[in-house]
């Protein structure tokens, strides 16, 4: 498991297992929240899985799962909401923590300067600098 701190209470990591979760727990985490939708997985790593594993643990789960084909406005907003109404620190996943980092990304457009956003994922690993245009553009609108 790779967890990489994007801020105090948000960070992201490639695909984990369920029996990653006591590992989470034990670092603190209060939600997990899957980006990733359970067609990229086998069975054994499906959201319903580590969802069992999270609320054995004592910890809340969420799902807002997307791919590159379904990112957009209502996967964005679901974060957002996710992220206002979830006790912290949150944990997210997808395959790579790219897309957790993404739409992470995208929720603080308009909030936080672009560059503090990018500066942020950057610290974590992810490289992107090719989104500043679009969240400019999203924070603008």
């Known amino acids: 498991m790779d967890i990489r701190r994007i801020s105090d209470t948000y960070s992201v990591s490639p695909q984990i297992e369920p029996t990653d979760i006591p590992a989470i727990a034990e670092a603190g985490f209060k939600t997990v929240i899957c980006n990733r939708p359970d067609g990229e997985n086998p069975p054994g ?29 209502a996967a964005i907003e679901k974060q957002k909401t996710l992220l206002e109404n979830s006790e912290t620190p949150v944990f997210a996943y997808c395959a790579s923590g790219t897309r957790c980092s993404i739409v992470w990304a995208f929720t603080q457009a308009g909030t936080l300067p672009t560059d503090d956003i990018l500066s942020a994922i950057q610290g974590a690993g992810y490289q992107l600098d090719h989104l500043r245009g679009q969240l400019d553009s999203f924070a603008s609108s």
């Open 45 to 73: 790593l499906h959201m319903s899985e580590v969802k069992s594993a999270a609320e054995a643990a004592g910890l809340v789960f969420e799902d807002n799962p997307f791919d590159p084909s379904t990112f957009g406005p």
